[in-house]
């Protein structure tokens, strides 16, 4: 059973910083897969946000270029989104998704996600 956990959400203001973790378990070979961060806030459409490969290149939505970063610890099975210079419109929920790039459909995995508020 594989499970992707979300952790490091919170109260910010703005422009302070927040590290958020997603951490695979399981049969899972962490190294041989994507990771991808989205965010969703009320009312609006889930957006991705960053995306790491299992080649540690990365990808990032021109609304946070600059200010977030992604990064991946594969010993720890865990991807990190830094976030600095949040600002409110940051505000969502923020899911983590870990997907094979060759077998994407059945080898797709969702967290819970995990609420980042930014406000004074």
């Known amino acids: 059973q594989v499970q992707v956990v979300e952790s490091g959400g919170g109260l910010v203001q703005p422009g302070g910083s927040l590290r958020l973790s997603c951490t695979g378990s ?69 899911y983590c998704n870990v997907r094979h790039p060759l077998y994407r459909d059945s080898l797709n995995y969702w967290g819970q996600g995990t609420q980042v508020t930014v406000s004074s």
């Open 26 to 94: 399981g049969k899972l070979t962490f190294r041989d897969y994507r990771v991808e961060w989205y965010r969703q806030a009320p009312g609006k459409q889930r957006e991705l946000v960053a995306a790491i490969s299992n080649i540690e290149s990365a990808d990032y939505a021109d609304s946070v270029k600059g200010r977030f970063t992604i990064s991946r610890d594969n010993a720890k099975k865990t991807v990190y989104l830094q976030m600095n210079s949040l600002k409110t419109e940051d505000t969502a929920v923020y």
